[in-house]
């Protein structure tokens, strides 16, 4: 089981901020692309974004572009994804996941899940 960590979500007032955090193990981290997807009540789990394993290409559904970043932080070995001007549609359980370069195809190509972490957006 890959380990994957998450923490940082919570309530916020629509236009606020959050930053989730996934900490994982240095081999994971190094190995594959890393990403987060999210999911409403009643509705199918979904991309949100995605980090390639070298860092150098990063993915967003469009929804989040400009307002999301992700990013990963090599001496802490933990992805983070900036949550910016967000809206009340953003209210999900948010899941850090691991995977081969191609999470942003969705869930399918996902190796291994985080425990999820709610954000709530009040409006």
């Known amino acids: 089981q890959v380990p994957l960590v998450e923490s940082g979500g919570g309530l916020v007032q629509a236009g606020g901020s959050l930053r989730l955090s996934c900490a994982t193990s240095?081999?994971?981290?190094?190995?594959?692309?890393m990403g987060w997807f999210r999911q409403a009540p009643g509705k199918e789990r979904e991309f949100v974004a995605a980090i390639s394993r070298s860092g150098g290409s990063t993915y967003y559904e469009d929804s989040v572009k400009g307002r999301f970043t992700i990013y990963r932080d090599y001496a802490k070995i933990t992805v983070y994804l900036q949550m910016n001007s967000l809206k009340h549609e953003d209210t999900a359980v948010y899941y850090c996941?691991?995977?081969?370069?191609?999470?942003?195809?969705?869930?399918?190509?996902?190796?291994?899940w985080g425990q999820g972490t709610q954000v709530t957006v009040s409006s």
């Open positions: 240095r081999q994971t981290f190094s190995n594959y692309a």
């Open positions: 996941a691991v995977g081969p370069d191609g999470l942003r195809y969705g869930p399918r190509n996902v190796a291994s």
